[in-house]
């Protein structure tokens, strides 16, 4: 696995991120079983990948976060999460509130 500085900084992240979309089940993808989604990041983070994708809308009628967090439990320090913020969440007194799990 190759791994990148993200910009100027020190942050090194896998070429290759899992997008957690999929996860969220719900409308979107259906429902998913919460243990082959952990069992999936537990298979991307022994082969390398340390750099994960999600958003606060990707929760859809589910909770991919969640799911998320409980999977990376023991390895969260090894592990970098982006995030998205929509654009009616782009503002300064709201940023954090769009970061913080519900």
Same mark, same amino acid.
């Given at each position: 696995? =190759?791994? =990148?500085?993200?910009?100027?900084?020190?942050?090194?992240?896998? !070429? #290759?991120?899992?997008?957690?979309? @999929? #996860?969220?089940?719900? %409308?979107?993808?259906?429902?998913?079983?919460?243990?082959?989604?952990?069992?999936?990041?537990?298979?991307?983070?022994?082969?390398?990948?340390? #750099?994960?994708?999600?958003? =606060?809308?990707?929760?859809d009628?589910?909770?991919?976060? !969640?799911? $998320?967090? *409980?999977?990376?439990? *023991?390895? *969260?320090? !090894?592990?970098?999460?982006a995030?998205?913020? %929509?654009p @009616?969440?782009? $503002? @300064? !007194? $709201?940023?954090?509130?769009?970061?913080? @799990?519900?």
């Amino acid at each position: 696995m =190759k791994y =990148k500085a993200l910009g100027t900084t020190d942050i090194k992240v896998s !070429e #290759f991120a899992l997008g957690y979309w @999929p #996860f969220a089940g719900g %409308s979107v993808w259906d429902p998913q079983d919460d243990n082959v989604s952990i069992a999936t990041v537990h298979a991307a983070a022994d082969n390398g990948i340390t #750099f994960f994708d999600t958003a =606060k809308g990707y929760n859809d009628d589910s909770h991919s976060e !969640e799911v $998320l967090g *409980r999977a990376l439990d *023991r390895r *969260r320090s !090894e592990t970098i999460i982006a995030t998205k913020i %929509s654009p @009616p969440h782009l $503002l @300064p !007194e $709201l940023i954090d509130e769009s970061c913080t @799990p519900v």
